[in-house]
């Protein structure tokens, strides 16, 4: 258990849908993250948020929503997503910055149809 | 901006035997380099980190070293057990402009009993 939970664990939509993951720490954190995870390819950090303030955002496209109600919880918000969009969205929190140990949820497998 | 290579992407080894995973880096302003682990169905872990202020790091049968004029760091696992098998990451913290860690694409290790 790393104190760093994700719902829903899996999620299949259609292009059309509008969906939102969820994310919440346990831990304490400052700094929120939003990372996707595709095969063969290296993590692609999206989102960055300290202290509720969106500090980073990794050039995403817009279909792509976050948002940071508090330190604890950060939301993923999907519409009218591609195939390829497809993959593993990891949630991480750390700390302080970028430069402290990121602890990471389990992720929410998507499959956009 | 920076970029990570890691090699190997796959390696499979005999349970007893040494792994070493290589990794090297642009940014010669990166300064803190994490190593994760990530098991099937699960995020990714920290299991060790190293920061440019030092050459070696060693946590019982794992130790990392870092090589800062070569641009280098690798991964070295002793006395390989079956539950080290598992994806590994490396990771550069580029605290240049963006601040953010730059993963990267993993290796794929296999402990055979």
């Known amino acids: 258990e790393t104190g760093v939970t994700q719902t829903p664990r899996h999620l299949v939509m259609g292009m059309t849908n509008k969906k939102s993951l969820k994310c919440e720490q346990h831990?304490?954190?400052?700094?929120m993250y939003w990372y996707k995870q595709s095969a063969k390819k290296p993590l692609e950090l999206m989102f960055v948020?300290?202290?509720?303030?969106?500090?980073e955002n990794n050039s995403v496209p817009s279909r792509f929503s976050p948002e940071c109600p508090n330190s604890s919880h950060l939301f993923l918000h999907l519409h009218t997503l591609q195939p390829e969009d497809s993959a593993l969205y990891l949630c991480?929190?750390?700390?302080?910055?970028?430069?402290?140990?990121?602890?990471f949820g389990p992720g929410t497998r998507l499959t956009v149809t | 901006g920076e970029n990570v290579e890691q090699h190997p992407s796959t390696l499979s080894v005999q349970e007893g035997d040494s792994a070493v995973i290589k990794c090297t880096y642009s940014?010669?302003?990166?300064?803190?380099f994490p190593w994760y682990k990530q098991e099937l169905g699960k995020g990714p872990q920290l299991i060790i980190d190293?920061?440019?202020?030092?050459g070696e790091k060693k946590d019982q049968r794992i130790a990392v070293t870092l090589n800062k004029t070569a641009k280098h760091f690798s991964l070295h696992i002793t006395e390989t057990q079956p539950e080290d098998s598992a994806v590994y990451f490396c990771?550069?913290?580029?605290?240049?402009?963006?601040?953010?860690?730059?993963f990267g694409k993993g290796t794929k290790l296999t402990v055979n009993p």
């Open positions: 991480a929190s750390s700390l302080a910055g970028a430069a402290t140990e990121q602890y």
């Open positions: 831990l304490g954190h400052n700094a």
């Open positions: 948020y300290n202290f509720k303030e969106q500090t």
């Open positions: 940014d010669s302003a990166s300064n803190y």
């Open positions: 190293i920061r440019s202020n030092v």
């Open positions: 990771a550069a913290f580029r605290s240049r402009g963006s601040e953010k860690l730059v």
